[in-house]
């Protein structure tokens, strides 16, 4: 079965090369649209979306990220950066800010652009975090978290990622012993060879152009 959401939904992959255009503001309009009729605790709508669009911000903002990825921001002709009021939502303001992040990069690639979610919210908030530093950046007030960072652009390439049969991910009403002594046999993956995996990915000659 398939439809036009089940086709955004499977066919988006994350982008982190751009090309130069630039992008309508019709389109970042109704990226923006998306973001906004994602659902909030209590409909809170606790957000707030900044448009970076300044190349200058977009370097200061880059040079902050510590992720290996970074590069998608300066490349990027638009960046949404999603924020959150913390007190306005408590209890879900990680999963309203992630909802409208989700909702924003469908719509982009529905209207044939890309997108690489940067996430930026860091649990503790220690004082020298990238939050913070981007917070002081951008103004955000206190009691205010940042979520993500959404470098939007016109693909350059075409990225081809796959995902774990549903099988491996599915359990009908409870998990099953058998499954829950598979998952304590499981070697974890360590971010950092996940991190070399995914950088090995991402060289251009395997990934053929758009
Ligand atoms: C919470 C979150 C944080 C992420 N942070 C980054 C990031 O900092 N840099 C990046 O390039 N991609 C980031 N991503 C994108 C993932 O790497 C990507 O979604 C995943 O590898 C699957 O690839 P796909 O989106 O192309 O299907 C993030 C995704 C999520 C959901």
Redesign the pocket.
């Known amino acids: 079965m398939t439809n036009q959401v089940l086709e955004a939904i499977m066919k988006?992959?994350?982008i982190?090369r751009f090309k130069s255009d630039s992008i309508d503001q019709d389109k970042i309009q109704s990226i923006l649209e998306a973001g906004r009729w994602a659902p909030s605790w209590l409909n809170m709508q606790p957000w707030r979306f900044i448009i970076i669009e300044d190349r200058k911000m977009k370097e200061q903002i880059s040079s902050i990220?510590p992720?290996?990825?970074?590069l998608?921001i300066k490349d990027a002709p638009v960046c949404v950066v999603t924020c959150v009021n913390s007190k306005t939502d408590p209890f879900h303001f990680i999963e309203d800010g992630?909802a409208a992040t989700q909702n924003m990069a469908l719509a982009a690639h529905s209207l044939g652009l890309g997108t690489?979610?940067?996430?930026i919210f860091s649990l503790e908030n220690e004082r020298k975090s990238s939050e913070r530093k981007l917070k002081d950046l951008l103004n955000v007030p206190k009691d205010w978290r940042v979520i993500?960072i959404l470098p939007i652009g016109v693909p350059k390439f075409k990225?081809t990622?796959t995902?774990k049969e549903l099988e491996q991910l599915t359990n009908y009403e409870t998990f099953t012993e058998q499954d829950k002594r598979k998952i304590l046999q499981q070697k974890i993956e360590k971010p950092k060879q996940r991190i070399e995996e995914?950088l090995d990915h991402l060289d251009p000659i395997s990934t053929p152009p758009v």
């Open positions: 988006r992959r994350s982190v990220v992720s290996v990825f970074n998608s992630t690489s979610w940067i996430g993500s990225e990622k995902r995914v």
